[in-house]
């Protein structure tokens, strides 16, 4: 158990609904990062917030968006949803955000079917 | 740019075979490296890590030394087990335009008893 919880652990929805998936982190855990993973395009960073700001930005389509709260869970919406959109979505949490050898922690995900 | 790239999967061993999966980055600055491993079902977790030159990261028989004259970081294993059987992934985190850890695609090792 590395400590982040993330749910749903199952969610499947129509194309063009939106979705939430939710994220703790670990306690302790200031950055939060979301990484999609699917069979084709392999794992891919999305977005990285730190303390409630965005800190990094990777390949997260302008349909997504996430935010960090201030009790520092963090949540992922996905919205217009595409049948590409089917993905595993991770969640992960590391103490901070400007070390570049820190670890970080990866939840057990959220799978997302889009029908 | 970043990148990390690793050999393509499926790795098939038979058990107690010896493993090795390679990868390779390319960074500006100097990145620390990691590999990760995501057994089936599960999240992805820690293995091991370097976070300069020369260092040997090692960890449940695992072990990667960081290369940087050959910019690789190559996994290796004596003696793999059936419950090695997973996805490994190399990654490097850099600290460009916030700080970004970059996954390679991912090697599936499947050790046969």
């Known amino acids: 158990d590395s400590g982040v919880t993330q749910t749903p652990k199952h969610l499947i929805t129509a194309t063009g609904q939106r979705v939430t998936l939710r994220c703790s982190p670990r306690?302790?855990?200031?950055?939060v990062y979301w990484y999609q993973q699917s069979l084709d395009q392999g794992l891919q960073f999305l977005i990285q917030?730190?303390?409630?700001?965005?800190?990094a930005k990777g390949n997260i389509l302008e349909r997504f968006s996430a935010q960090q709260f201030p009790d520092l869970h963090s949540e992922l919406n996905l919205s217009s949803l595409e049948l590409g959109d089917s993905a595993l979505y991770f969640c992960?949490?590391?103490?901070?955000?400007?070390?570049?050898?820190?670890?970080?922690?990866f939840g057990e995900g959220s799978w997302l079917t889009v029908v | 740019g970043n990148s990390v790239t690793q050999m393509e999967g499926p790795v098939t061993l038979s058990e107690e075979a010896f493993l090795t999966i390679n990868c390779t980055y390319t960074?500006?600055?100097?990145?620390?490296l990691f590999w990760y491993v995501q057994y089936p079902g599960e999240g992805l977790q820690l293995l091991l890590k370097?976070?300069?030159?020369?260092d040997k990261g090692s960890n449940k028989g695992f072990e990667a030394t960081y290369r940087k004259e050959t910019t690789s970081f190559h996994l290796e294993k004596g003696s793999v087990q059936v419950s090695d059987s997973a996805v490994y992934f190399c990654?490097?985190?850099?600290?460009?335009?916030?700080?970004?850890?970059?996954f390679g695609a991912g090697t599936r090792l499947f050790v046969k008893a």
């Open positions: 370097a976070t300069k030159a020369d």
């Open positions: 306690s302790g855990d200031l950055s």
């Open positions: 992960a949490s590391s103490v901070v955000g400007d070390l570049s050898g820190n670890t970080i922690y």
């Open positions: 917030y730190y303390n409630g700001e965005e800190r």
């Open positions: 990654a490097l985190s850099v600290q460009t335009g916030g700080f970004k850890t970059i």
């Open positions: 960074a500006t600055g100097y990145p620390s």
